[in-house]
């Protein structure tokens, strides 16, 4: 047995990732290819955290539009994972992700439903101004009990580590993994509050039942 | 009715002669009947026969016929047999008068009201309160006006003599006389003749069971019922309506106190917990709730090894294992009173008895072969950096953590859906990190416990409340 091949016990490691897309509104000045009824140019990607590079360990990625559209699954087997279309329709992509065959991975798929239009309070505001849309989703890979080869390569660079700050380039960060644990963290003592009172009535009934049996 | 019927009746002649007239039954139409268009249609829709009803609508009167001679009426005197006396009336009759018996002297049917001699009275219906003369009455007055017992209690005019009491009868006397004597008289007759009654004697005799008081309650009652008040009618009502929803209410409760013991009788405990309570018996305990624990969740490695771990236990084997197992016993203990919060504790514990050799604990972990061999690409403290774990026991695999949210039943699902909701917390989370991933675990755990809290407070409150309520209920029958 090649050591490429024989898998790490016990062993997990973990790679964020973030995947999505972005959409701009089409302008009057823009090239007669594109079909008139196109309202928007989007593009749809798969990238790391933080800038990081995953073809390391992600061989290629496909994506699978609409059918209508022409060569609608499109494989993206290098850097930048992403592909750029017009259109006006926001439907749901599946994103297909290989791994390199030293991991002896099969592969994951996620769904994304591709968006154009502005949402929320700011909707109309930004719908004037043609100001780009952006949908993004945090996700890790998860690697359980990888081969040794796998190890290698995810272990050359340092990838696990999250931006510090929130900002507008960077949506996800420890700063907002904080906060999500703050949330939950208060909700979990509120619950936990609800528990106790509730059992401390439950006892209350139960010393009345019992008190009543006799009768 | 048919035509035939009604001509009957009136003794009309019959329009056809008796030879030519088609059997009255009722016939079906032949087959092959030439229908063209609409008839077929029609025919082949509604099957053969027509339809039940059909309107008739009546057309112009018939055109009367000015060549017939018109039959002459003629004023006919007749007598009426039913009559007692020889009365003649007259009538007029179309055309030639029959002369038929009057068609309505069949109509004149008599009671048949028993008759009995002297010997028959004294024999059997001789009684205290009737005399002869006053049942001989009765009986006549039956026979006139036809056992008709308003008529009869209205014309009862007995008239005694000096040495009786004067009469004072009621309907029911009179009925209960009436039947006593015809039901006395019917059995002496038959004791007389040997022979036994018919059905039909046997249907009258029972229909003949007259019971006094019964009949005047039965009519008391009756007067009662009619005489209510709209007021009372309603109240009535009302009271029956309750009533029946009292019972399906307190059915329904026996039902649910039937489900409810046989939910709290349902864990039956086989055998005694005697074997358990020593140290090697909660070891065992513990491998055991492990065991069905694993069986649970991964659905996949048996651990034959859990029933091995009571044997292996006295044989100390690597340093290790034996100074593990009294650190690890009172630990076990703990775990298991700590029920669902103690799983993963019994878990490396039991694992750690259990598997004398490979030792699995957190820390034994990172010495093990495969730590040695991370360590070296990877500097120990950052191993957070590199996004390295370890775990006891791996699917191996590449998966998406944001798909290894466990979900409940739907039921369940939606209720703690419901709570997420309440609590501000997304259904989605917007960083599925590990960390995140273990929080929102524990929290759905968490809010799984208060429902079934609440569910038992519930049922608690619900049998307080019986209890109550079936306690007032036997204080006041007790008063």
């Known amino acids: 047995m090649s050591s490429g091949s024989k898998r790490l016990k016990n062993l997990q490691i973990c790679r964020p990732f973030v995947y999505g897309n972005m959409a701009v509104p089409l302008k009057e000045d823009r090239s007669p290819d594109i079909p008139a009824d196109h309202t928007h140019s989007w593009t749809v990607f798969l990238k790391g955290v933080n800038g990081d ?15 209508t559209y022409p060569n609608s699954s499109r494989s993206i087997e290098e850097p930048p994972f992403e592909v750029t279309e017009t259109g006006w329709g926001e439907f749901e992509i599946s994103v297909r992700v290989y791994f390199v065959p030293e991991a002896s991975e099969k592969n994951v798929v996620m769904y994304h439903h591709l968006k154009l239009h502005p949402y929320g309070p700011e909707a109309e505001q930004q719908k004037s101004e043609g100001a780009t849309v952006t949908s993004m989703q945090y996700d890790e890979f998860v690697f359980n009990e990888p081969t040794e080869a796998l190890f290698e390569i995810l272990t050359k660079k340092s ?11 960077v949506p996800f960060s420890v700063q907002s993994e904080n906060e999500e644990l703050d ?4 909700a979990h003592v509120k619950v936990q509050e609800n528990i106790r009172r509730l059992t401390e009535r439950m006892h209350a009934l139960e010393r009345e039942k019992a008190a009543l049996r006799p009768l | 009715m048919s035509s035939a019927d009604i001509r009957d009746m009136l003794d009309l002649p019959s329009p056809v002669p008796a030879a030519n007239r088609p059997p009255p039954a009722k016939r079906i139409k032949t087959d092959g009947k030439k229908l063209d268009g609409i008839h077929r249609e029609l025919h082949n829709l509604l099957g ?8 008739m609508q009546s057309k112009f009167k018939e055109k009367p016929n000015w060549m017939q001679k018109p039959s002459p009426w003629v004023w ?18 179309r055309g030639v008068p029959s002369n038929d018996e009057y068609p309505f002297a069949k109509f004149n049917k008599p009671v048949d009201v028993p008759t009995f001699s002297k010997e028959e009275y004294d024999k059997c219906l001789a009684d205290t309160a009737w005399t002869s003369r006053e049942t001989d009455y009765l009986f006549d007055l039956c026979r006139d006006y036809d056992l008709r017992w308003l008529v009869i209690q209205d014309r009862y005019d007995y008239k005694p003599e000096e040495n009786e009491p004067p009469s004072m009868r009621t309907l029911e006397d009179l009925k209960e006389r009436y039947y006593f004597c015809c039901r006395k008289l019917m059995e002496l007759r038959r004791d007389a003749s040997g022979a036994d009654w018919t059905p039909r004697d046997l249907e009258l005799y029972n229909a003949m069971n007259f019971n006094k008081d019964k009949e005047i309650m039965r009519k008391q009652y009756l007067e009662r019922l009619l005489s209510r008040s709209p007021a009372e009618i309603a109240e009535e009502e009302r009271l029956i309506l ?4 009292l019972q399906e209410s307190s059915k329904k409760l026996v039902q649910d106190r039937e489900e409810l013991l046989r939910l709290l009788e349902s864990p039956q405990t086989a055998n005694s917990f005697a074997q358990y309570q020593s140290p090697q018996g909660l070891s065992q305990l513990a491998g055991n709730i492990l065991a069905s624990d694993k069986n649970r969740r991964r659905k996949g490695a048996p651990e034959a090894a859990a029933q091995g771990g009571p044997v292996a236990r006295p044989v100390p084997g690597t340093p290790n294992g034996g100074t593990l197992p009294q650190a690890v016993t009172p630990q076990q203990a703990a775990a298991v009173q700590n029920g669902v919060h103690g799983t993963k504790q019994v878990q490396q514990a039991g694992r750690a008895a259990t598997q004398p050799a490979p030792a699995v604990s957190k820390t034994e972990l990172a010495q093990s072969a495969t730590a040695k061999k991370v360590a070296k690409r990877v500097p120990p403290g950052q191993e957070t950096q590199y996004g390295v774990s370890y775990h006891d026991k791996l699917v191996q695999g590449v998966y998406l953590r944001s798909t290894k949210i466990s979900t409940l039943k739907p039921t369940v699902q939606t209720k703690v859906a419901s709570i997420l909701a309440e609590l501000g917390i997304a259904p989605k989370l917007a960083m599925p990190t590990a960390k995140v991933c273990e929080r929102y675990e524990a929290l759905q755990q968490a809010i799984n416990l208060l429902i079934e809290t609440k569910k038992q407070v519930d049922k608690l409150d619900h049998e307080v409340k019986v209890s109550t309520s079936g306690n007032a209920g036997l204080q006041s029958d007790a008063k």
Do not use: C, I, M
């Not at chain 1, 990838?159 to 380039?169: D, M, R």
């Not at chain 1, 949330?183 to 208060?186: F, M, N, T, Y």
């Not at chain 2, 006396?85 to 007259?90: F, Y």
């Open chain 1, 53 to 67: 590079d995953l073809s390391s360990f992600v061989k290629r990625v496909v994506f699978k539009l609409h059918e």
């Open chain 1, 159 to 169: 990838g696990a580590v999250l931006p510090q700050q929130k900002s507008t380039l």
């Open chain 2, 242 to 245: 309750e009533y029946r929803r």
């Open chain 1, 183 to 186: 949330r939950l963290s208060d």
């Open chain 2, 48 to 55: 053969e026969n027509t339809p039940a009803v059909t309107v």
């Open chain 2, 76 to 93: 006919t005197p007749f007598k009426n047999p039913a009559r007692k006396d020889d009365l003649e009336l007259h009538h007029w009759v």
